[in-house]
């Protein structure tokens, strides 16, 4: 009897324990089954391969029998406040394995790496490009079966001055409003020890400057933040076996370059090549130098390096995913596609977890020759529409809400930490032009916090308010911030971990609001609210589509949402201010509604004077703010806005930024959320899967990716504090298998198969009783 109890308990305990370890094996074949594999050359850079870690970003492709690839790095920002490249690499070998027949290009996602393949010549090559996770580092590996001659040459656009003119200074803060002659200016690349070192070095006077003037705030120049001062970026590459072998120039596609050639001693079966990178804002360039070969000694020193990165990305793959249909992966079926490209883009903004500034929503680390991405575009691999260091919050959201229910708060790190380094500026814009607390925070704004110059305009009207952009679009939007406040306020909620550093920012956008409409209010007339006690928040815009709007209902949820969630914090946070915000709450105005065809419905605001643009504000309410959806009072009313509002349905689509995707799973509307998801997420149209666009920005488009993947998670799991809503949007005809994370440290993983749930996994398992299946109610 003894034994028997004994053999049953080993029998459990290796059941559990099968259970316990079979879902990371699991994932680790179905992500197998996500890696790109090319069996043909590239075409041009328009047909690259993204590669990164850390805040590195790479585009690898090999082209006429060479292998080349860009290099991109968070933060290298010049004095136009243009996101510059750090160059570009090319390899050649001799004899070359690239001219045979065989040929394999693999992006390798549980490593994070690629890995190219080549047979000819009677050479057999593998090479592996990757990047350190932890250290500025990038790493070729070629290994042949003979010895052979290695070649690397630096390229380099920017061997002169390059005059910025028209279109091309999209890339840049001058856009249309360029202040006399706009110059790229040129960097400095010499052999060097065997080696190549390349920087780039802003000069004393940037937009920075011209900005401040611009907007009358000389007065306080030497309090604001300006991360372009001083700002040098470059790097060093060497390689065992290399030694400088001259200088060439050439023509890529419309831009020349100079390069600066490194080749082998003697031909080699091995040959390793390492660039180390290296940004910093140094008084001198002397500082900088010493910097970079601190970096590089501190790199070399780490002999566990790929060790490390490898445990990193496995760490990073097994903490959510999304994976349907994929017992059977065909790149034909698109319900396969939607979650294979989930996956990709999720590896391309990893690719910046540890980035000083956040991914940008127009290309990120991955653009490549604009002229592959529109034919009038022929200007240097610099460009992206839309600025380099110019933030758009509107569609930074987008890349940044969907970590969340991935778990991935280190990568939304450098998204809050932007907003904290130019908190002071946006605070003294409110002191500087109207004498009252609180952060001003803009739409189209700098890296140092102001309104970018061209939409903010040179040309206004004598005595137009200083703290407003004269721009249509763009006039009085100033509520955008309060998402990535909402996003500090959920990091809380999902690790529970302390936030207090964030706690000041969000007071202060809060008082913004609270002291700003009082201060008009009282410019008007004598009573700063209205008569129910409420602030009068007009004018005000919805959005960029409905423009001097009274009360829009997209600031009331922001505000509201917001304010609530500050009060639900642990006492600690709020202190004796919490008084404050509890009468500030009071004073935020209803949201409004209206109706059509004598259906009720969430109006965009109470009153505004025009339409702008094509965006659903009306339906803000339920994302992101969640007041309505699924179990919540006034799903009826949300749902009526999707369906009957004229301009919800007109403005509809799945292009660039349009989150209706979002809207229909937060709805609980299974056919439309998989058919806008569907569109979102499926293949690009580019041979990588996941580089979508442009739709209204560049290419890879980051927000357009970012609203799939929030679309599809919400499809699957929906969250309201400790509800757990599983598959309210979920198709019976897919078979998925994800790991999502919901709040108070808890994650969410199950299968479905064959329109039946199964295997749902609960961490903690007290959490299981707050799961509500919505999947089997259909």
Request: net charge neutral.
């Given at each position: ?737 994800f790991k999502l994370h919901a709040p108070y440290q808890t994650t969410v993983e199950a299968t479905v198969k064959d329109g039946k749930v199964e295997n749902v996994k609960v961490f903690p398992e007290s959490r299981r009783n707050d799961i509500i299946n919505m999947f089997d109610k259909k």
């Amino acid at each position: 009897m003894k034994r028997s109890c004994c053999n049953l308990f080993y029998q459990i305990s290796i059941l559990v324990l099968s259970v316990f370890l079979s879902s990371p094996v699991v994932a680790q074949t179905e992500l197998d089954n996500c890696n790109i594999v090319w069996n043909s050359q590239s075409k041009n850079s328009g047909e690259s391969m993204p590669c990164g870690g850390g805040d590195i970003g790479l585009n690898v492709w090999v082209e006429d029998n060479e292998l080349f690839f860009y290099i991109a790095k968070s933060g290298t920002f010049d004095e136009n406040n243009a996101l510059l490249k750090l160059g570009r690499i090319r390899v050649r070998l001799t004899p070359n394995p690239f001219a045979g027949k065989k040929f394999r290009q693999q992006l390798i996602l549980k490593d994070g790496y690629v890995r190219i393949q080549a047979s000819g010549a009677q050479v057999n090559t593998t090479i592996s490009v990757w990047v350190d996770v932890f250290h500025p580092a990038i790493y070729v590996e070629i290994e042949n079966n003979k010895p052979v001659t290695t070649e690397v040459t630096y390229e380099n656009w920017r061997h002169r001055d390059r005059p910025s003119l028209g279109r091309a200074n999209n890339a840049n803060s001058y856009k249309w409003t360029p202040q006399g002659e706009v110059k790229t200016y040129k960097d400095e690349i010499v052999f060097e020890n065997n080696g190549v070192l390349f920087y780039h070095r802003n000069n004393p006077f940037s937009v920075f400057d011209i900005t401040v003037k611009q907007q009358g705030l000389d007065s306080v120049k030497s309090q604001l933040f300006n991360p372009l001062k001083d700002l040098t970026f470059g790097g060093r590459i060497e390689g065992e076996n290399l030694e400088p072998a001259g200088e060439t120039s050439g023509v890529y596609l419309n831009t020349d370059y100079n390069g600066w050639k490194l080749k082998s001693r003697k031909a080699s079966r091995t040959q390793h090549l390492a660039i180390y990178l290296h940004t910093h804002k140094a008084t001198t360039v002397e500082e900088w130098k010493n910097g970079l070969l601190a970096t590089i000694k501190e790199t070399k020193a780490d002999k566990n390096a790929l060790a490390k990165t490898r445990t990193w990305w496995k760490e990073f793959w097994d903490r959510s995913f999304v994976f349907i249909n994929n017992e059977n992966p065909a790149d034909t079926s698109t319900s396969w596609q939607v979650a294979r490209n989930y996956q990709l883009f999720r590896y391309m903004l990893a690719c910046n977890a540890f980035g000083e500034y956040p991914t940008k929503f127009n290309g990120g680390l991955f653009t490549y020759d604009p002229a592959l991405v529109d034919t009038t575009f022929s200007f240097t691999p610099d460009f992206r529409n839309w600025g380099g260091g110019i933030h758009t919050a509107q569609n930074q959201r987008l890349v940044y809400f969907p970590m969340i229910k991935n778990g991935d708060f280190e990568l939304l790190k450098p998204q809050l930490d932007f907003y904290l380094r130019i908190l002071k500026n946006a605070e003294l814009r409110s002191k500087v032009y109207w004498n009252h607390n609180g952060a001003c925070f803009t739409e189209q704004m700098e890296n140092f916090g102001l309104p970018n110059m061209a939409e903010y305009a040179f040309k206004r009207p004598a005595g137009f308010d200083k703290g407003l952009e004269y721009n249509a679009w763009l006039e009085y939007m100033w509520d955008t911030v309060l998402e990535f406040c909402f996003m500090m306020l959920e990091e809380e909620r999902y690790t529970l971990k302390d936030i207090s550093v964030y706690i000041p920012f969000i007071e202060s956008c809060l008082r913004f609001f609270d002291e700003h409409y009082q201060f008009l209010a009282k410019q008007r007339g004598i009573k700063p609210l209205d008569a129910d006690g409420h602030l009068i928040l007009y004018p005000g815009s919805a959005a960029e589509t409905y423009k001097m709007a009274y009360n829009a209902s997209s600031t009331i949820a922001a505000l509201k949402t917001v304010t609530e969630r500050l009060l639900q914090l642990p006492t600690k946070y709020l202190a004796e201010k919490r008084k404050y915000f509890e009468e500030f709450l009071n004073r935020i105005p209803p949201i409004k509604f209206t109706e059509f065809n004598g259906h009720q419905t969430i109006a965009p605001a109470q009153a505004w004077e025009r339409i702008n643009n094509t965006e659903s504000p009306q339906l803000y309410p339920v994302f992101p703010w969640g007041m309505y959806g699924i179990g919540k009072p006034g799903l009826e009313i949300a749902l009526n806005t999707w369906r009957y509002d004229t301009n919800v349905i007109k403005f509809r689509s799945f292009v660039g930024w349009k989150q209706d995707n979002i809207f229909a799973a937060r709805l609980g509307l299974t056919d439309d959320a998989v058919h806008l998801t569907t569109l979102k997420l499926k293949n690009s149209g580019r041979r990588f899967p996941s580089f979508w666009g442009p739709g209204f920005d560049w290419t890879p488009d980051h927000n357009w990716g970012g609203s799939g993947m929030i679309g599809l998670q919400e499809m699957l799991m929906q969250v309201d504090d400790k509800k757990i809503y599983l598959l309210p949007a979920w198709p019976k005809n897919w078979n998925v298998h994800f790991k999502l994370h919901a709040p108070y440290q808890t994650t969410v993983e199950a299968t479905v198969k064959d329109g039946k749930v199964e295997n749902v996994k609960v961490f903690p398992e007290s959490r299981r009783n707050d799961i509500i299946n919505m999947f089997d109610k259909k």
